[in-house]
């Protein structure tokens, strides 16, 4: 690292002096400037102008240097750019003079001390007002473009970079409506915080604001934490760490509710088609909601009474019995659906939406009977990009409130859902004495501890007396 110059080194001193700064203030002072010029001198910057302490302070935090060690930085070279200006070393230091005369400060954090708080009370004395009031506002323009903006910032290339971690992992565009949202959260939270100023402590903060004034449930408070640990892990490049102090909202035990074989029926002759249908194979087969409604024909081999599903939570691929006292219905609707296709063939569209880039791949495959919608949706969807005519398949929404207009009318007081069917499905094969395992595998749980939970929806059928086995 090059010495400071001795000419300036003795200007420098002797101005410490006369504001009576603290000798452990000047040793910093010194040490700052001498940073300040190996940097210039290193990186090729002007060290007689200001624009090159914008670049000097972003450094030292990418340094991880604090706040109050960048203040110091910035008051010892605004004493250099003071000598410099003075004109009786004009002619003694061989640096390039600066062509503005304006003082840097560093712009204010909340709770953030400034220059003058964090210093002893003897630095007051060291002008940081700009001396010609002229170049004030050139010199305002100068540090709003080479300074980092600390709230206010665009999040525009974070979230762009959160679409594609998410789509490279070929997460659910559920996944990515939820994490964006959390990510929205949390920039209103930090008013818009440069990201690279982020650190674990804003997310400590959010945390225990949700938990702590919005009183959220536990599971919400957990999706906003796998939320914020994806964003700072995969875009961000950082790690939490161990977030100590963090208020947590306790997560109470979920009993689901569970629906008899009779509410069942009742509910049933509420539903007109295809929303019976539907129902049915939530509660026959245990699937979730979106299982169902993304269930394609060439997912139903009737010959071996096989329901495969593709694609479900996770990712993944399952096999199920199908039902057979509703394959007469099956057979009935698949009919409807086949004539549905050959009237769209008729009228020229473009075909069904396809997962990934499986429609390049296949040419035609979007027009085949086997990738057609088991339940598809009443009107064709017109894609904004190329005016293509597709179909899609029923809509969610659609089912969710048929089933609650339908649990009202059946007059069913229990708070009844779509998914309340996969919690009824489990539950009476459970009753039924099937194997936990076999109850495990048909709804597709990575963890046996997740079936377990169905212990609770039915009456303990395990004999409690002690006895020997030899006895039985």
Same mark, same amino acid.
């Given at each position: ?5 001795? %000419? ?34 290193k990186y090729k910057q002007p060290s007689g102008q200001i624009d090159s302490l914008p670049d000097f302070i972003k450094k030292l935090h990418e340094k991880k240097q604090g706040k109050q060690q960048q203040e110091e930085a910035a008051a010892a070279i605004n004493i ?23 003082? #840097? ?57 959160? &679409?594609? &971690? ?54 919400? %408070?957990? %999706? ?82 096989i329901l495969t599903i593709h694609d479900g939570k996770g990712q993944k691929d399952r096999t199920v019995p199908i039902p057979e ?23 020229? #569209? ?11 791949? #296949? ?110």
């Amino acid at each position: 690292m090059l010495p400071i110059p001795s %000419q300036l080194l003795e200007q420098f001193n002797k101005y410490l002096q006369s504001q009576k700064i603290p000798n452990n203030l000047q040793c910093a002072y010194k040490k700052w400037l001498r940073y300040y010029l190996d940097f210039c001198n290193k990186y090729k910057q002007p060290s007689g102008q200001i624009d090159s302490l914008p670049d000097f302070i972003k450094k030292l935090h990418e340094k991880k240097q604090g706040k109050q060690q960048q203040e110091e930085a910035a008051a010892a070279i605004n004493i250099y750019y003071k000598i410099l200006r003075a004109p009786a070393s004009s002619n003694k230091i061989s640096i390039h003079q600066p062509q503005s005369s304006s003082i #840097y400060i560093i712009p204010q954090q909340d709770n953030a001390l400034s220059v003058h708080e964090h210093v002893s009370t003897p630095v007051q004395n060291v002008s940081i007002k700009p001396i010609f009031q002229d170049d004030k506002k050139a010199v305002e323009k100068t540090i709003a473009t080479h300074m980092v903006q600390e709230i206010g910032a665009s999040w525009k290339t974070e979230y762009s970079k959160l &679409e594609d &971690e998410i789509r490279v992992r070929h997460y659910s565009i559920k996944t990515l409506r939820t994490y964006k949202g959390w990510l929205q959260k949390f920039q209103t939270f930090t008013r818009s915080k440069n990201p690279e100023l982020l650190s674990s402590e804003d997310v400590k903060l959010f945390l225990t604001s949700l938990a702590v004034k919005r009183k959220v449930s536990s599971t919400t %408070q957990n %999706q906003a934490f796998n939320s914020l640990l994806f964003f700072y892990r995969h875009i961000l490049k950082m790690e939490f760490g161990k977030l100590d102090g963090v208020v947590r909202a306790k997560r109470k035990p979920y009993i689901p509710v569970v629906l008899s074989r009779e509410e069942i029926d009742s509910i049933l002759k509420f539903l007109e088609p295809p929303y019976d249908l539907v129902v049915k194979l939530l509660y026959g087969c245990g699937l979730r909601l979106f299982e169902c409604l993304n269930l394609r024909i060439g997912c139903f081999n009737f010959d071996t009474s096989i329901l495969t599903i593709h694609d479900g939570k996770g990712q993944k691929d399952r096999t199920v019995p199908i039902p057979e006292t509703i394959v007469p219905e099956l057979k009935v609707h698949l009919q409807s659906v086949v004539i549905l296709h050959q009237e769209d063939l008729k009228a020229g #569209y473009t075909g069904t939406f396809l997962p990934s880039l499986l429609e390049k791949k #296949y040419k035609n495959a979007a027009k085949e009977l086997v990738w057609q919608w088991f339940f598809p949706a009443k009107t064709l969807t017109i894609v904004p990009e190329t005016k293509e005519k597709k179909r899609y398949h029923l809509h969610e929404s659609h089912v969710q409130k048929a089933i609650k207009r339908a649990v009202s009318q059946a007059r069913i007081p229990k708070r009844a859902s779509a998914h309340t069917f996969r919690h009824s499905f489990a539950s009476h094969l459970l009753q039924a004495n099937y194997d936990i395992r076999t109850i495990q595998e048909l709804l597709g749980h990575s963890d046996i501890r997740t079936t377990m939970i169905y212990t609770h929806t039915i009456k303990s059928q395990t004999l409690k007396e002690a006895r020997s086995p030899l006895d039985f």
